[in-house]
């Protein structure tokens, strides 16, 4: 059976890269973890986190699925979510998707996809949302990155929307959502102007209040 052996050479020379700038590092970050950011992002392999963003190991907890989707039925997501959020106390969530996404290419086609067209409904309905708009847009690639932005901002107000946020508000504790969108062709973080931090920029249907009102 072959064991990918590139890749335990590749890590070596990374775990010794690491150790040699800080001899205690893989010492340090086994006993605890405490980052700042949750990173809701997409499967893509050309959008590496942590990497895109300079950070190093522990700094950034990560949940990634096709297209960068928060769904409300999605117990995975809102695991990790639940679990940033109220145990390791982030202070920043982040939906970033990216330019050149195939999910959301792959919803504003016509032709089945199999399984994931019931993942990619989601992205349809953002669509649907907001038709006149991207139907306006001739360029196909301009209507697509149009509409991974769209989906961004949608994705933004159901993370807003879920209890496990408005629960953190309700609580005083400090959270902040933003919405980026990366650039495969040029490496860079675009920030979306889609930046939360109460239940105010939230349609009043999506807000959940206590029974005295807070």
């Known amino acids: 059976m072959k064991k990918l052996g590139r890749l335990f050479e590749n890590n070596r020379r990374w775990a010794e890269g690491v150790r040699a700038q800080d001899a205690e590092f893989f010492a340090k970050l086994s006993r605890q973890q405490a980052p700042d950011y949750l990173w809701i992002g997409c499967a893509d392999s050309r959008v590496p986190a942590t990497e895109i963003c300079g950070l190093r190991p522990g700094e950034m907890f990560v949940h990634r699925n096709v297209a960068n989707l928060v769904v409300h039925s999605d117990f995975n997501c809102l695991s990790v979510l639940q679990y940033a959020v109220e145990v390791l ?34 992205i349809k309905d953002v669509y649907d949302w907001h038709r006149e708009e991207l139907d306006a847009i001739a360029d196909p690639d301009a209507r697509a990155d149009r509409l991974c932005e769209l989906n961004v901002q949608s994705q933004i107000l159901n993370l807003g929307a879920t209890t496990i946020v408005q629960d953190a508000w309700r609580r005083g504790q400090p959270l902040t959502i933003h919405g980026w969108i990366y650039g495969l062709g040029d490496g860079q973080l675009k920030d979306l102007d889609l930046c939360i931090s109460d239940d105010e920029a939230l349609p009043a249907v999506y807000r959940m209040r206590s029974s005295s009102g807070v």
């Open 89 to 122: 106390q982030v202070e920043h969530v982040i939906v970033c998707g990216h330019y050149g996404c195939g999910g959301v290419r792959a919803a504003m086609e016509s032709k089945p996809h199999g399984l994931i067209d019931n993942w990619l409904r989601h």
